[in-house]
């Protein structure tokens, strides 16, 4: 189980401290799919970085599995089965995709289960497993790689950041099949999804909407999706959709 | 049968990928003196009368042969010049290891300095490996001071391989090109300097010949207290094309000069170069922490990718 208790992240911004996650407190059980949404901004990545350690909270405390993480760093976090997939990942020069998944699965893994694990986020294998994960690569191809490495971890709890963001729609049909996958192989294995992708908030068993570093909503999916779709909100999601 | 302690096989593998004794031709050498060789019906090796070092002959038309000539230096307090030549005729597609291994466990400097000269004749295609290793742990510096000539016939194509990864105390390389009609150079080099070590690395790449093409890249890690210069010159004196890039990495207080340059001298010269000097990008760092590694663990496998 996760928990944060009043987490509040500030910045510094133009010489001013702001307040970019305001006292948030919210508890997401195992085997939740929970799908994070709310205006650009609003302060979501943020969230999930301070979730995986990236950021360190200003004040509050995160519990996971009924440790306190707020002072653990973002190995130790990993190594308790946090993943986190990158809303924008990183290029590597010389570093190939096999050498990444290996990194990723901990193992010395198979070039046939590194194949896998890219034919699961729609990539031919044979096509990528050697290729560097350098500037020839698409911005689409390095957003499958990224799910990839979060794929190859057994991890308990994966955040994905906009998953869907700039892949084709292979999305539509095949990220939604990973979540569930992914949520069957692991038996209390939690997914946050941050999205402003309606199918997937379709599939969420709980949905939080972020605005301003706060909560603005939380609840089923019955009772959040039908409001966010009926209000101004959902004018500014779906023309982020298109 | 050649007599080798572990220390000599563990460097003739390091810098060779040796781990008997090779196939096709070879000159294996330790503590300056040949101990093995073996010569082909194309690839003939001779032992210089006026100066220590070999003449390599390859004949016109010898293909998918390979030749080996590593040097490893194991006694502390060595210092030996050495010279060889290739003389590689036409039509030829050969491979070509190189390198020297020292391991220096005295007080005294062990220095290798090789002087190799190649003349690769119309059309041959050469694919030199060069490595160079150093470990022991005594006070004496371990030295390599190579110095690499290439005269390339028309039509004629090398790839040269440079790889110096660790324990070379201080190195000085020069690397000299000149490249006839239609030829083709591509240098790919990767160095890393650690402690206190400095590292000079010279290319002066003169395309004579139209159509006569130069890649140059070096890729380099200098971490501790070490120091690089490299130093990367393309002239282009016809109509050509030449590309010339430096790619670095600095840690902790690690330092390079790079200092890519480019000469034109005829107005179909096309010639490009390219430099970037950084630190590892933070963001690369936390994305191997999130997959479960230290940041000492992601360090490394940064720099092992990127000197791959
Ligand atoms: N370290 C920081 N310093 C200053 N401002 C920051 C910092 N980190 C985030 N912010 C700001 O906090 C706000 C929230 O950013 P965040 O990336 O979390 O938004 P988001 O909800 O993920 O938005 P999007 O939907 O566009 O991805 C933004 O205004 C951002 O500019
Ligand atoms: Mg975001």
Same mark, same amino acid.
């Given at each position: 189980?996760?928990?944060?208790?009043?987490?509040s992240?500030?910045?510094?911004?133009?010489?001013?401290?702001?307040?970019?996650?305001?006292?948030?407190?919210?508890?997401?059980?195992?085997?939740?799919?929970?799908?994070?949404?709310?205006?650009?901004?609003?302060?979501?990545?943020?969230?999930?970085?301070?979730?995986?350690?990236?950021?360190?909270?200003?004040?509050?405390?995160?519990i996971?599995?009924?440790?306190?993480?707020t002072?653990?760093?973002?190995?130790?976090?990993?190594?308790?089965?946090?993943?986190?997939?990158?809303?924008?990942?990183v290029?590597?020069?010389?570093?190939?995709?096999?050498?990444?998944?290996?990194?990723?699965?901990?193992?010395?893994?198979?070039?046939?289960?590194?194949?896998?694990?890219?034919?699961?986020?729609?990539?031919?294998?044979?096509d990528?497993?050697?290729?560097?994960?350098?500037?020839?690569?698409?911005?689409?191809?390095?957003?499958?790689?990224?799910?990839?490495t979060?794929?190859?971890?057994?991890?308990?709890?994966?955040?994905?950041?906009?998953?869907?963001?700039?892949?084709?729609l292979?999305?539509?049909?095949?990220?939604?099949?990973?979540?569930?996958?992914?949520?069957?192989?692991?038996r209390?294995?939690?997914?946050?999804?941050?999205?402003?992708?309606?199918?997937?908030?379709?599939?969420?068993?709980?949905?939080?909407?972020?605005?301003?570093?706060?909560?603005?909503?939380?609840?089923?999916?019955?009772?959040?999706?039908?409001?966010?779709?009926?209000?101004?909100?959902?004018?500014?999601?779906?023309?982020?959709?298109? | 049968?050649?007599?080798?302690?572990?220390?000599?096989?563990?460097?003739?593998?390091?810098?060779?990928?040796?781990?008997?004794?090779?196939?096709?031709?070879?000159n294996?050498?330790?503590n300056?003196?040949?101990?093995?060789?073996?010569?082909?019906?194309n690839?003939?090796?001779?032992?210089?009368?006026?100066?220590?070092?070999?003449?390599?002959?390859?004949?016109?038309?010898?293909?998918?042969?390979?030749?080996?000539?590593?040097?490893?230096?194991?006694?502390s307090?060595?210092?030996?010049?050495?010279?060889?030549?290739?003389?590689?005729?036409?039509?030829?597609?050969?491979?070509?290891?190189?390198?020297?291994?020292?391991?220096?466990c005295?007080?005294?400097?062990?220095?290798?300095?090789?002087?190799?000269r190649?003349?690769?004749?119309?059309?041959?295609?050469?694919?030199?490996?060069?490595?160079?290793?150093?470990?022991?742990?005594?006070?004496?510096?371990?030295?390599?001071?190579?110095?690499?000539?290439?005269?390339?016939?028309?039509?004629?194509?090398?790839?040269?391989?440079?790889?110096?990864?660790?324990?070379?105390?201080?190195t000085?390389?020069?690397?000299?090109?000149?490249?006839?009609?239609?030829?083709k150079?591509?240098?790919?080099?990767?160095?890393?300097?650690?402690?206190?070590?400095?590292?000079? %690395?010279?290319? &002066?790449? #003169? =395309?004579?010949?139209? !159509? *006569? @093409? /130069?890649?140059?890249?070096?890729?380099?890690?200098?971490?501790?207290d %070490?120091?690089? &210069?490299? #130093? =990367?010159?393309?002239? !282009? *004196? @016809? /109509?050509?094309?030449?590309h010339t890039?430096?790619?670095s990495?600095?840690?902790?207080?690690?330092?390079? =000069?790079?200092?890519?340059?480019?000469? /034109?001298?005829?107005?179909d010269?096309?010639?490009v170069?390219?430099?970037?000097?950084?630190?590892i990008?933070?963001?690369?760092?936390?994305?191997?922490?999130?997959?479960?590694?230290?940041?000492?663990?992601a360090?490394?496998?940064?720099?092992?990718?990127?000197?791959?």
């Amino acid at each position: 189980m996760l928990e944060l208790k009043n987490v509040s992240f500030n910045a510094e911004s133009d010489g001013e401290n702001v307040g970019i996650i305001r006292d948030i407190s919210l508890s997401v059980d195992d085997n939740r799919f929970i799908v994070i949404t709310g205006p650009n901004g609003g302060g979501k990545s943020t969230l999930a970085k301070l979730i995986a350690g990236i950021q360190k909270l200003s004040s509050g405390s995160i519990i996971f599995d009924g440790v306190d993480i707020t002072d653990k760093n973002i190995t130790e976090r990993a190594r308790l089965g946090i993943g986190f997939a990158f809303q924008q990942p990183v290029r590597f020069k010389g570093m190939t995709v096999l050498d990444l998944l290996r990194i990723a699965s901990g193992k010395t893994l198979s070039i046939s289960e590194a194949c896998e694990y890219l034919s699961e986020v729609g990539l031919c294998a044979k096509d990528y497993i050697n290729r560097e994960i350098n500037a020839s690569l698409s911005g689409g191809e390095l957003k499958r790689i990224e799910i990839a490495t979060v794929i190859a971890r057994d991890v308990k709890l994966a955040l994905f950041d906009e998953p869907e963001a700039g892949i084709d729609l292979w999305s539509f049909n095949n990220l939604i099949r990973i979540f569930e996958k992914m949520r069957s192989d692991r038996r209390g294995r939690t997914i946050i999804v941050i999205s402003h992708q309606e199918r997937i908030l379709n599939i969420a068993d709980e949905i939080v909407v972020i605005s301003d570093g706060r909560i603005l909503k939380q609840g089923s999916k019955d009772e959040i999706l039908p409001e966010i779709t009926g209000t101004e909100s959902a004018v500014n999601m779906c023309s982020k959709i298109q | 049968m050649v007599q080798m302690d572990a220390v000599q096989k563990r460097l003739f593998e390091e810098v060779a990928g040796l781990h008997d004794i090779p196939e096709g031709a070879y000159n294996l050498r330790a503590n300056g003196q040949s101990i093995s060789r073996n010569t082909t019906a194309n690839i003939d090796i001779r032992s210089k009368e006026d100066v220590s070092g070999i003449d390599i002959h390859v004949k016109a038309g010898t293909k998918n042969e390979s030749i080996h000539i590593p040097v490893v230096l194991s006694q502390s307090g060595i210092k030996e010049d050495v010279y060889n030549d290739f003389f590689i005729g036409e039509d030829c597609d050969v491979l070509i290891v190189a390198g020297c291994g020292i391991d220096n466990c005295g007080s005294q400097d062990s220095e290798h300095d090789g002087i190799h000269r190649f003349y690769i004749g119309k059309n041959s295609r050469v694919r030199y490996v060069e490595k160079h290793y150093g470990s022991g742990d005594g006070s004496g510096k371990r030295i390599l001071n190579p110095v690499t000539e290439v005269h390339m016939d028309e039509g004629s194509v090398m790839e040269m391989e440079m790889v110096q990864i660790k324990g070379v105390d201080s190195t000085n390389r020069t690397t000299i090109a000149e490249l006839k009609a239609d030829a083709k150079l591509v240098v790919q080099e990767r160095l890393m300097t650690h402690g206190q070590q400095q590292a000079y %690395s010279i290319y &002066k790449v #003169d =395309l004579i010949g139209d !159509g *006569s @093409a /130069a890649d140059v890249v070096s890729r380099s890690v200098a971490r501790d207290d %070490s120091y690089q &210069k490299l #130093d =990367l010159c393309v002239i !282009g *004196s @016809a /109509a050509c094309s030449g590309h010339t890039e430096c790619d670095s990495i600095i840690m902790d207080n690690g330092r390079i =000069l790079a200092v890519p340059s480019l000469e /034109a001298n005829n107005i179909d010269a096309a010639l490009v170069h390219e430099a970037a000097i950084g630190k590892i990008a933070g963001e690369q760092l936390v994305k191997l922490m999130t997959l479960g590694l230290t940041e000492a663990e992601a360090e490394e496998q940064i720099i092992n990718g990127f000197l791959k």
